[in-house]
């Protein structure tokens, strides 16, 4: 997607909402493309950053908001001797 600077400047919210969830997002002024909006995790691929093994671990969803319910039905029958 590409916005001009005076559309990024107005509607900046949009345009990282579209980063985020879309990629990158161009900037230009008067036809030239002048800069990108990249979602951080890009930025920081880019820049060669890694995480490390516990900071990955915590930064996933909390267990509030994990959906751990079961299905209410049983698994089907297997019949082990079929699958000799």
């Given at each position: 997607?590409?916005?001009?600077?005076q559309?990024?400047?107005?509607?900046?919210?949009?345009?990282?909402?579209?980063?985020?969830?879309?990629?990158?997002?161009?900037?230009?002024?008067?036809?030239?493309?002048?800069?990108?909006?990249?979602?951080?995790?890009?930025?920081?691929?880019?820049?060669?950053?890694?995480?490390?093994?516990?900071?990955?671990?915590?930064?996933?969803?909390?267990?509030?908001?994990?959906?751990?319910?079961?299905?209410?039905?049983?698994?089907?029958?297997?019949?082990?001797?079929?699958?000799?």
């Amino acid at each position: 997607m590409s916005w001009q600077v005076q559309d990024a400047k107005q509607r900046l919210s949009e345009v990282i909402r579209a980063a985020h969830e879309e990629g990158p997002q161009i900037v230009t002024r008067h036809g030239q493309e002048v800069a990108v909006v990249i979602d951080i995790s890009d930025y920081r691929r880019l820049k060669g950053e890694t995480v490390g093994f516990k900071e990955y671990l915590l930064s996933g969803p909390g267990f509030d908001e994990l959906d751990l319910t079961r299905q209410p039905e049983l698994p089907p029958d297997v019949d082990w001797a079929a699958q000799a």
